[in-house]
C-alpha cells in the first residue's frame, strides 16, 4: 500500500482545513486509516483513526473540531480541521494499518497564525 496525502497549507486561527489522504495498492479488507501530527521539538501523535469497521477514536485536544472520515470507494480518509488554532500547527502524516502492513504517507505542513 502506498499512501499520498495533501491538503496542508497556510490558514488564520479559526479558520478550516481539509487533508486528504489516497490509498493505492493492496489493501486488505479490515484497515485502520488514521492521521497523526508532530509539531517541532514534539513527538509525534495521533490525532484521528477511523477502521472499516466503523470504530473512529479521536485525540482529546480535537474532539468537536476535526472530523475523519473515508470514503472506501476512492480508498481516500480525509481530515475535516474546524475552529483551528495555533497549537494545531505540526506535519501531518497519514497511516494505514492492517494485519499484513503499516505504511506511513509523506507529511503535509499545516501552519495556523494567531
Known amino acids: 500500500v502506498q499512501l499520498q496525502a495533501s491538503g496542508g497549507g497556510l490558514v488564520q486561527a479559526g479558520g478550516s482545513l481539509t487533508l486528504s489522504c489516497a490509498a493505492s495498492?493492496?489493501?486488505?479488507?479490515?484497515?485502520?486509516m488514521g492521521w497523526y501530527r508532530q509539531a517541532t521539538g514534539k513527538q509525534r501523535e495521533s490525532v484521528a483513526t477511523?477502521?472499516?469497521?466503523?470504530?473512529?477514536n479521536y485525540a482529546d485536544s480535537v474532539k468537536g473540531r476535526f472530523t475523519i472520515s473515508r470514503d472506501n470507494a476512492k480508498n481516500t480518509a480525509y481530515l475535516q480541521m474546524n475552529s483551528l488554532k495555533p497549537d494545531d500547527t505540526a506535519v501531518y502524516y497519514c497511516?494505514?494499518?492492517?494485519?499484513?502492513?503499516?505504511?506511513w504517507g509523506q507529511g503535509t505542513l499545516v501552519t495556523v497564525s494567531s
Open positions: 477511523a477502521a472499516t469497521g466503523g470504530t473512529i
Open positions: 497511516k494505514y494499518v492492517d494485519r499484513w502492513d503499516v505504511q
Open positions: 495498492g493492496n489493501k486488505a479488507g479490515i484497515n485502520i
